[in-house]
């Protein structure tokens, strides 16, 4: 049956036709591609004098054309510039936007979304005669600056939906096992944390039921202690059940050991789903 | 499901900021412009919706708009099924699957200009592979000149260019599901058809959306590659919305009509991406 499964999951066309419809685009692909490639390594009158498929008397004068010829080469370090600038200005704004819509609902969150989608909706020769006026008003006028934060418009919605796309694809489940973990890195950036003091006697190892401190704050609906608890280890996970108003929030809970004291830590309280 | 937290404000805070400064400032000039007659920086008679009225009437503004939605309806019908073609069709993985990727996403990387020249190159009769085997063929193929030649390029073209991006989004939709769906489908029974539209299709809707929005919205904005390929022509056949309002606001300078066909343009993209999108979200709701 996994195989079946298997043969489910790789593709609903049958093998043959996958590939077939596979390297045919492929092909369409490149053609055009490998066509730019052989008109680039011939001579103007040899492109108007004969069709050739491969490039007979191939020659890369062409190409040292571009890369000593200032008018050329210059261009390409203003497009570098800009594109570095673009790139940094975009992924640092959208990130945080993106790992946002992806794990919270916010006031207007729809909305925003949707606005940020209008404004690549906006055909850029809108913008052609205004971008003039705001950059020379404030002095970046024919910058690499001043193409990257126009460029912004497109390049941020975009940023945002790919990102949103690609973290939504992450399960909210591996966040929680990352943090069952103890994965601080993956820590809850907009979380309120809680601290929540409960104190769990030693007899917890035999299963006995334990008695939270603080009653109001939470309660301990069981311990789960895995094969690696033992005297050295500093963390373990215990299963806290939060009262309803806390339900869902994150927060820690302290562990005092009543006689020995070989064991005084804090450790992550995680959200328990009740079934 | 998402935890509600308004403190996610933080996090898009930032995007609000830097996307109003390049749009909304922008767009307010434009409408301001709009509504008024502008001789030079201190002659301004406000003249209402006069340019708007005078829009609406042009013929070739008209003509335009039907080619712009001709353009756009094509080649969405192609390019949203073959995307999810091409993407159905990708082994799931091993190293195959990098190499394809890759290739799926050079046209997305090559600066739209090179796009229009590549096609050029390519479709030239003379010079052009494309062409030249066409008319080596028999086939009389000549895009400067005849209409329907300059159309089928420019549809090839933009596949070409754009199919890869509906490709790679819905791959990503594909590589989220899980097995144990694959599973479920095979215990019940059910065909390859069946997969596709019960398992797969439901869990790539949210992709397809972004997928058939971008597309939508860049083909009703397309400027640069049909500038370069065809130049708008032969005659005006192949002017679009985006080439007609350069025309108006770079080379005649009429800052008032391109203003408000500007605004007009805007909100017709407006209001068909936001048709489509609650009439998407509508029925999820059903």
């Not at chain 1, 418009?153 to 992450?170: D, R, Y």
């Not at chain 2, 796009?115 to 085997?133: C, E, K, M």
Request: charged fraction near 15%; proline fraction near 5%; include cysteine.
């Amino acid at each position: 049956m996994a195989n079946a499964a298997h043969s489910l999951l790789d593709s609903s066309l049958s093998h043959r036709k996958a590939h077939w419809l596979l390297y045919a685009y492929c092909g369409y692909l490149l053609l055009p591609l490998y066509w730019l490639l052989n008109i680039s390594l011939r001579t103007n009158r040899d492109i108007v004098s004969r069709l050739s498929v491969f490039p007979v008397d191939a020659t890369l004068a062409n190409f040292a054309e571009i890369f000593t010829n200032p008018v050329w080469y210059e261009a390409f370090g203003n497009s570098l510039t800009y594109v570095a600038l673009n790139t940094s200005i975009s992924v640092a704004v959208a990130l945080p936007a993106a790992y946002a819509f992806s794990r919270y609902r916010f006031l207007g969150d729809k909305h925003l979304f949707f606005w940020l989608l209008t404004n690549r909706m906006s055909p850029p020769a809108v913008f052609l005669l205004p971008f003039f006026q705001l950059y020379s008003a404030i002095g970046i006028f024919d910058t690499p600056l001043a193409v990257a934060l126009a460029h912004c418009l497109f390049t941020v919605p975009l940023a945002v939906w790919i990102l949103e796309g690609f973290m939504s694809g992450v399960p909210k489940s591996l966040d929680e096992m990352a943090r069952i973990d103890g994965h601080s890195t993956n820590v809850d950036w907009f979380a309120k944390v809680d601290d929540v003091h409960i104190g769990v006697r030693d007899k917890y190892f035999s299963g006995e039921e334990v008695k939270p401190e603080r009653p109001n704050h939470g309660q301990v609906t069981h311990t789960t202690v895995g094969d690696h608890a033992n005297a050295s280890q500093r963390s373990m996970h215990i299963g806290v059940y939060l009262t309803p108003p806390r339900t869902n929030r994150v927060g820690r809970v302290e562990i005092v050991n009543d006689h020995e004291g070989w064991f005084r830590d804090r450790v992550d309280i995680l959200p328990i789903i009740r079934a | 499901m998402r935890r509600r937290n308004n403190r996610a404000w933080l996090g898009v805070a930032p995007v609000v900021l830097i996307v109003a400064f390049s749009a909304v400032l922008p767009l307010m000039t434009v409408v301001n412009y709009s509504i008024q007659d502008i001789f030079d920086i201190n002659t301004r008679i406000f003249v209402g919706f006069d340019w708007y009225r005078e829009t609406l009437r042009d013929p070739r503004f008209l003509d335009a708009l039907l080619r712009q939605f001709t353009f756009s309806a094509t080649v969405l019908a192609i390019e949203i099924p073959l995307g999810i073609l091409v993407a159905k069709s990708l082994p799931r993985t091993g190293a195959r699957t990098g190499m394809f990727l890759i290739l799926l996403a050079v046209p997305l990387l090559i600066p739209w200009n090179v796009v229009g020249t590549i096609w050029q190159l390519f479709a030239r009769p003379d010079i052009g592979l494309f062409g030249a085997t066409l008319t080596a063929l028999g086939i009389e193929f000549n895009y400067t000149a005849d209409v329907i030649d300059a159309w089928i390029i420019l549809v090839l073209m933009d596949v070409w260019h754009w199919t890869s991006l509906v490709a790679l989004l819905s791959f990503a939709g594909l590589a989220s599901i899980q097995e144990p769906y694959y599973q479920a489908a095979e215990i019940d029974g059910a065909s390859r058809w069946q997969v596709f539209r019960y398992v797969e299709l439901p869990r790539l809707r949210s992709v397809l959306i972004i997928a058939v929005l971008l597309r939508l919205m860049d083909s009703l904005m397309i400027y640069t590659e049909p500038f370069v390929l065809t130049g708008g022509g032969p005659g005006n056949s192949t002017t679009f919305l985006s080439q007609y309002l350069t025309t108006m606001a770079v080379s005649q300078f009429d800052l008032g009509p391109a203003a408000a066909f500007s605004v007009l343009y805007f909100l017709l993209i407006l209001l068909l991406c936001w048709l489509f999108y609650t009439s998407v979200m509508r029925s999820a709701e059903d």
